[in-house]
Every structure is written in structure tokens, then in C-alpha cells.
Nanobody, 125 residues
Framework: QVQLIESGGGLVQAGGSLKLSCAAS????????EAWFRQAPGKEREFVAA????????DYGDSVKGRFTISRDNDQNTVYLQMNSLKPEDTGVYYC??????????????????WGQGTQVTVSS
């Protein structure tokens, strides 16, 4: 059974940093693209970042460019999201998703077939 498990969320003050992890298990993820999305209360799920298997391709949502960095360790089957200069509007549940290639539109949540349960990030002002 495929599992994506997010961790690393928590409460942080504005201007602070957090590093999220998404650990994959249950199958071989060779070649898989992984992405981070987030959802604030009462809002739609928003694209944050995506990274290809090799790391050569990556995309970021406009609201996080220059502050967040996505990376991966394929030996550990883990994808990371380093979040710096956090703002209150970054608050939400952060989810990781996976698919078996790099999509034309990495920001489209519908192209990802596997999802984790999410981890809460709260940024206080």
C-alpha cells in the first residue's frame, strides 16, 4: 500500500523557518515527481512546489518563490520543503502528492494520484 507521510509542521513566528518532510513507502518511487500543496481554512488547495525525480525540474507557486525550497533524497524516499521568511498567510495544512512523471502543469492538483494526510503549519504574527 502506497503511503506518503508528512512531518515537520508546527507553530512558528512570522519571519521564522520550518522544514517539512514527506516520506514515501509501499512501492518503488523511481521516476516519480512529488509536490507540495497547502490549504488554508475556507480556501482551495494551493500549489506550493514540485520537483522531478532527478531534481532537474522544479516549479514554485508565485507566493512562495524566493522563500521556499523543495529538495529530495531519493535514497531515503523523502522530499523536503524548506520554508524561510514565513508569513501568517503561509498558515495551512501542507500536503505532499506524487505522480509517475513530471506533468505539463505541475500546479494542477488533479494530476497527482497519491496524497499524504497533511501536516499543520501555523505562522503567528
Amino acid at each position: 500500500q502506497v503511503q506518503l507521510i508528512e512531518s515537520g509542521g508546527g507553530l512558528v513566528q512570522a519571519g521564522g523557518s520550518l522544514k517539512l518532510s514527506c516520506a514515501a513507502s509501499g512501492r518503488t518511487f523511481i521516476g516519480y515527481t512529488e509536490a507540495w500543496f497547502r490549504q488554508a481554512p475556507g480556501k482551495e488547495r494551493e500549489f506550493v512546489a514540485a520537483i522531478s525525480w532527478t531534481g532537474r525540474n522544479s516549479d514554485y507557486g508565485d507566493s512562495v518563490k524566493g522563500r521556499f525550497t523543495i529538495s529530495r533524497d531519493n535514497d531515503q524516499n523523502t522530499v523536503y520543503l524548506q520554508m524561510n521568511s514565513l508569513k501568517p498567510e503561509d498558515t495551512g495544512v501542507y500536503y505532499c502528492g506524487a505522480r509517475n512523471d513530471y506533468p505539463y502543469d505541475a500546479s494542477d492538483e488533479n494530476v497527482y494520484g497519491y496524497w499524504g494526510q497533511g501536516t499543520q503549519v501555523t505562522v503567528s504574527s
